[in-house]
């Protein structure tokens, strides 16, 4: 009796890591708002004198603190816009949903707002909007905030804000061979989260170390890992000259330290989720300091571009002690993308779901005044909209902690292809 | 070689930690018959009491707080929580204690935020070098400590009346109710110690060279649940050696990644979970867990 419970409670200790799936059932199609009165030609989510945008993030799950700085930065950005006479003569409401990190309630939570919304704002997370993405491509519904995973180009209604992590990835190969020394034959890590993100990272890197006769010595972790002694080792023993991170902040920081503990000062690279300011307070903060790039598509909250400055400024005002981070220019950059589609979609007299995602794809041309790299061309769903990102380095005294260096596209960079 | 004492090294020092923890499951699993799965919590509160004290008190005095607060919330869930149910079941403890770790982790991400709070230990980012071998400060400390603790812990339930009285009510319950055991003392002796040793290792898995303490802490503990499950639910020893040999092999695997690349990547989250099931299909009941005598 006694065994047969314990065997139960072995399987029930294996079963609490396991993760939730996610749902494949039909998707509904978008439901009907009320018409406008004007002679724009109004879908779900608007009536005439508002439209509804929603936001399904994580407020009581992992990525809680930088998805309420968005959501914060967001509700900022549409009360200036309705201060400002609104989009299409409509003020802009925001319909802000908690789906916890949990595929499966964004899944619900997505059937009951999309009949509702004119276009979904957000859907953060890896896992939970892998699971709504094709949902919203069936409701011709368009989706933003959702990372940088190269796997949301299979989707035409989903707005990515930058590159994608693989031409990142790609593109810091070729900074190090080109700008950090780093020579042919040389050995480079890369230290990834096993999903969307670390393996975009890492197909990026992977293509550019190929082009650049480099070899990658990959690491995959999971985001309990946060002791990274036994990587770092390993990849101290391999004679790496250079490591790239696609993981969260707490990783870095071991990582880094760790490798600067054992003399190992060399290049450590990270995407804008590996990077959290309060680090530089760490015991890591002066390996940090003196080996940390980032390589972002968003620019670091303390670049001086216009764009950036209106976003801080709104953001300071809003929340005067709110975090500082990498979510603040990115929230105001997927704002301003899903407004632009909307003003685009009310010119051309389709104020729909589809008419939102239609507009989108038909810009070609979009500059965001410093909160992206270069101008942004969305007609081609397959491609990002560029593939320039920026490169920025820890600085102690910079609020957010980043300095931005440059913009830098490499050729590995240019010349990835998605599969 | 140096390459293999470094790995080995991180792994033992590691693997004491987990025991710290996989010790604080027995403890509650034997004392109340809990799968305590708010243990991951309870770690990080600790952990977190620590981290927002040492400025205003300094570290020593933010720990000892640290470690007595962890034992006092352990006391209070054994108290509220799991004393007043109406039907103690294991299932229905382990359904509770799934979701008392909900309430706290969300309490807790909110107030950490997307921060990571610095543990302020005096040993920083140190590291000590014997001989080729470079191993962080705080694992030394870490290391050295369990072993202290562990001892302590042989001295309490071999020769002290309260410790031989928890063992006697682990053993039977209801037996040594009627030899004067008292099963409310026991159970609260058991919540409290294993609070406090979630405390001391959450201590230890927020020093370097681990950042800091922030939500994920919490997950840190799961990596404790192989070895006590491979110790055998119920045995304090098993939970010790099962921690060390998790925290080798885990280390081991991800230090030799490269050469065992036929066996796939991210080997070092499989191989906890795969060990335990071999042993499992050997021994059913662990390495030191009792069996239970089958009379026909």
Request: charged share 15%; net charge negative.
């Given at each position: 009796?006694?065994?047969?419970?314990?065997?139960?409670?072995?399987?029930?200790?294996?079963?609490?890591?396991?993760?939730?799936?996610?749902?494949?059932?039909?998707?509904?199609?978008?439901?009907?708002?009320?018409?406008?009165?004007?002679?724009?030609?109004?879908?779900?989510?608007?009536?005439?004198?508002?439209?509804?945008?929603?936001?399904?993030?994580?407020?009581?799950?992992?990525?809680?603190?930088?998805?309420?700085?968005?959501?914060?930065?967001?509700?900022?950005?549409?009360?200036?816009?309705?201060?400002?006479?609104?989009?299409?003569?409509?003020?802009?409401?925001?319909?802000?949903?908690?789906?916890?990190?949990?595929?499966?309630?964004?899944?619900?939570?997505?059937?009951?707002?999309?009949?509702?919304?004119?276009?979904?704002?957000?859907?953060?997370?890896?896992?939970?909007?892998?699971?709504?993405?094709?949902?919203?491509?069936?409701?011709?519904?368009?989706?933003?905030?959702?990372?940088?995973?190269?796997?949301?180009?299979?989707?035409?209604?989903?707005?990515?804000?930058?590159?994608?992590?693989?031409?990142?990835?790609?593109?810091?190969?070729?900074?190090?061979?080109?700008?950090?020394?780093?020579?042919?034959?040389?050995?480079?890590?890369?230290?990834?989260?096993?999903?969307?993100?670390?393996?975009?990272?890492?197909?990026?890197?992977?293509?550019?170390?190929?082009?650049?006769?480099?070899?990658?010595?990959?690491?995959?972790?999971?985001?309990?890992?946060?002791?990274?002694?036994?990587?770092?080792?390993?990849?101290?023993?391999?004679?790496?000259?250079?490591?790239?991170?696609?993981?969260?902040?707490?990783?870095?920081?071991?990582?880094?330290?760790?490798?600067a503990s054992q003399k190992v000062n060399v290049p450590v690279i990270g995407h804008a989720p590996t990077f959290n300011p309060a680090l530089l307070d760490s015991p890591a903060g002066p390996a940090l300091l003196k080996n940390y790039y980032a390589f972002t598509s968003t620019a670091p909250y303390s670049s001086d571009e216009p764009g950036v400055k209106k976003a801080v400024d709104l953001y300071e005002a809003a929340a005067p002690k709110g975090a500082k981070g990498f979510e603040v220019p990115l929230a105001y950059a997927q704002a301003e993308l899903l407004t632009d589609a909307m003003k685009g979609a009310c010119e051309a007299g389709n104020l729909t779901p589809e008419g939102v995602v239609e507009a989108m794809r038909k810009t070609s041309d979009l500059d965001l005044d410093g909160l992206l790299t270069t101008s942004l061309d969305y007609t081609d769903p397959s491609q990002p909209p560029t593939r320039t990102v920026f490169v920025s380095r820890a600085d102690a005294d910079t609020p957010g902690g980043l300095k931005l260096g440059e913009t830098f596209e490499g050729p590995s960079g240019k010349g990835y292809t998605f599969k | 070689m140096t390459y293999f004492l470094t790995q080995l090294a991180n792994g033992l020092s590691y693997g004491l930690?987990?025991?710290?923890?996989?010790?604080?499951?027995?403890?509650?699993?034997?004392?109340?018959?809990?799968?305590?799965?708010?243990?991951?919590?309870?770690?990080?509160?600790?952990?977190?009491?620590?981290?927002?004290?040492?400025?205003?008190?300094?570290?020593?005095?933010?720990?000892?707080?640290?470690?007595?607060?962890?034992?006092?919330?352990?006391?209070?869930?054994?108290?509220?929580?799991?004393?007043?149910?109406?039907?103690?079941?294991?299932?229905?403890?382990?359904?509770?204690?799934?979701?008392?770790?909900?309430?706290?982790?969300?309490?807790?991400?909110?107030?950490?935020?997307?921060?990571?709070?610095?543990?302020?230990?005096?040993?920083?980012?140190?590291?000590?070098?014997?001989?080729?071998?470079?191993?962080?400060?705080?694992?030394?400390?870490?290391?050295?400590?369990?072993?202290?603790?562990?001892?302590?812990?042989?001295?309490?339930?071999a020769r002290t009346g309260a410790g031989i009285a928890m063992r006697a009510a682990a053993a039977d319950s209801d037996t040594a109710a009627m030899m004067g055991v008292r099963p409310s003392r026991t159970g609260a002796a058991g919540w409290a110690l294993a609070g406090a040793l979630a405390a001391v290792a959450g201590i230890f898995l927020a020093s370097f060279p681990a950042p800091g303490v922030a939500p994920t802490l919490a997950l840190s503990s799961f990596a404790a649940i192989p070895a006590w499950v491979l110790g055998g639910f119920d045995s304090v020893v098993g939970a010790i050696v099962s921690g060390l040999i998790i925290g080798v092999v885990t280390a081991l695997a991800v230090g030799y990644e490269a050469e065992l690349h036929f066996l796939g990547r991210g080997l070092g989250e499989v191989v906890p979970y795969a060990v335990m099931i071999l042993v499992l299909l050997v021994r059913p009941s662990g390495l030191f867990g009792r069996k239970e005598a089958v009379r026909v």
């Open positions: 009796m006694r065994n047969g419970t314990r065997t139960t409670l072995a399987i029930a200790g294996c079963c609490i890591v396991a993760l939730a799936a996610c749902s494949t059932k039909d998707p509904n199609a978008s439901g009907n708002g009320s018409g406008g009165q004007s002679d724009v030609k109004a879908g779900a989510g608007v009536t005439d004198d508002a439209i509804t945008v929603g936001m399904l993030t994580d407020l009581s799950g992992p990525f809680a603190a930088g998805a309420a700085v968005q959501v914060a930065e967001t509700k900022a950005y549409y009360a200036q816009v309705n201060k400002d006479g609104g989009v299409c003569d409509r003020q802009v409401k925001v319909d802000v949903q908690d789906h916890g990190y949990d595929p499966q309630k964004a899944v619900t939570l997505y059937r009951s707002m999309a009949p509702n919304v004119l276009a979904l704002q957000q859907v953060l997370g890896g896992p939970t909007s892998a699971a709504v993405l094709p949902l919203a491509q069936a409701d011709h519904l368009y989706l933003g905030g959702f990372g940088w995973a190269g796997n949301s180009l299979k989707y035409d209604n989903a707005q990515i804000p930058g590159t994608t992590y693989s031409v990142e990835a790609a593109n810091a190969i070729d900074y190090l061979v080109d700008e950090l020394g780093v020579k042919k034959g040389d050995k480079v890590g890369v230290v990834y989260f096993t999903g969307d993100y670390g393996n975009d990272s890492l197909a990026g890197a992977e293509y550019a170390a190929e082009k650049r006769g480099l070899k990658i010595v990959p690491q995959e972790i999971t985001p309990k890992d946060t002791d990274m002694s036994a990587q770092a080792s390993a990849l101290k023993k391999a004679g790496a000259s250079a490591v790239i991170l696609a993981a969260a902040p707490p990783q870095l920081a071991s990582l880094a330290g760790v490798l | 930690i987990l025991g710290l923890i996989a010790v604080g499951f027995v403890i509650v699993f034997t004392s109340t018959g809990v799968l305590n799965f708010a243990h991951g919590s309870v770690l990080l509160s600790g952990a977190y009491l620590v981290a927002s004290l040492q400025g205003p008190i300094g570290f020593w005095a933010a720990a000892a707080v640290g470690v007595v607060g962890a034992a006092v919330l352990g006391v209070l869930i054994n108290a509220l929580l799991v004393r007043n149910l109406a039907e103690a079941n294991p299932g229905t403890a382990a359904i509770l204690m799934l979701g008392v770790d909900i309430v706290l982790l969300t309490e807790l991400t909110r107030r950490i935020g997307n921060n990571v709070l610095s543990i302020g230990a005096p040993w920083g980012a140190d590291v000590v070098s014997v001989g080729g071998i470079t191993l962080p400060t705080s694992r030394v400390v870490a290391a050295g400590l369990a072993i202290v603790v562990f001892g302590l812990l042989w001295f309490l339930f």
